[in-house]
């Protein structure tokens, strides 16, 4: 019996032997096909050209700004090294100010870059002023804030898959202040119950911290609840950062219009006026037009030969030409 078992042992020690051969053959064969096709991918990747596409922020601009908003278009130029289009599924951005949050969102389904070439992909980004203002009350009306913004771009690319490119840029914007606008005096020049001509001393307030580059204006001014002028004015000046600006305004009325109130502003009492208009200005951040208004104001008239210049902290006088007034 014994004699009869041994080739049966000796045949399973060889077959396990064998097994085992084949096992070193079969992984050493799968190992270098792995090889060979990653080596072709590889070298298929590299004869067609895939890569990383590339990004940079090119540029900030700002389309749009008034009192109550401002429009930031943000420029980014995306590079696409591959042979094929590659989708640009969706980009999101933030805007903070010294770590605090100004407005942040995503734009899905961004659009496709070209193969082999580059575009300049614009994001649209949009401030309230009210919501900066009633969520952070140190940031104050007038000044210029500085700002960061970031960017995240995700990109799907062949070969690699999904990728993220983050970016960031630094600038400043403002948040602007409407000027104080007051009527300090109107001197006359010709008086006559028909028709007068005089000169109107209008204050201009700049409580911003830049320049207000004036190009042109336009207001309706009422005294004692008649209204005596309305033009518009295109002279240009520069109505300076924290400081106050005097208009010196041509203008012509009919004083039989005013009634018995006529006799009390040729005694000198106060006269009530009410003053509402635009002021159309350059800034360093872009065009503005600014409404001015006062109402429940309290001016003077003078004659032409009144030297009396109570000071108001006035820093400049501008004096405008003739214009043709509406009315």
């Known amino acids: 019996m014994s004699s009869s078992e041994s080739p049966k042992v000796t045949e399973g020690k060889a077959n396990r032997d064998n097994d085992g051969h084949n096992d070193e053959e079969k992984g050493g064969f799968l190992g270098k096909v792995k090889d060979f096709i990653q080596d072709v991918g590889e070298k298929i990747e590299e004869a067609v050209g895939f890569g990383k596409p590339t990004a940079d922020v090119t540029g900030i601009h700002i389309p749009h700004i008034s009192l109550e908003k401002v429009e930031l278009i943000v420029d980014i130029c995306i590079a696409n090294p591959n042979p094929v289009p590659i989708p640009l599924v969706d980009i999101e951005y933030l805007i903070e100010s010294e770590e605090r949050k100004l407005v942040s969102g995503t734009i899905p389904d961004a659009g ?113 609840n008649v209204s005596i002028a309305s033009a518009e004015l295109k002279d240009s000046a520069n109505i300076k950062k924290q400081e106050t600006t005097t208009m010196n305004i041509p203008i012509s009325f009919r004083p039989k219009d005013f009634g018995s109130a006529m006799w009390d502003m040729i005694r000198g009492r106060g006269t009530g006026y009410t003053i509402k208009g635009h002021i159309d200005v350059n800034t360093p951040f872009g065009h503005m037009k600014i409404p001015i208004s006062k109402e429940g104001g309290t001016t003077r008239l003078k004659k032409g030969d009144d030297d009396d210049d109570d000071k108001v902290g006035t820093s400049s006088v501008v004096t405008m030409q003739k214009t043709e007034f509406r009315g």
């Open 112 to 224: 496709t870059i070209h193969a082999h070439g580059s575009e300049t992909v614009k994001v649209p980004v949009l401030l309230i002023y009210d919501d900066i203002k009633s969520t952070y009350k140190e940031i104050k009306p007038g000044s210029i804030i500085p700002y960061k913004v970031r960017v995240v771009l995700h990109i799907d690319v062949p070969v690699f898959g999904r990728i993220s490119i983050p970016l960031e840029k630094n600038g400043e914007i403002p948040v602007p202040y409407k000027p104080d606008v007051s009527v300090d005096k109107i001197k006359f020049e010709q008086f006559s119950f028909e028709e007068s001509t005089a000169i109107l001393h209008l204050n201009l307030d700049n409580k911003n911290d830049f320049d207000l580059g004036l190009n042109a204006m336009d207001y309706e001014l009422w005294l004692s």
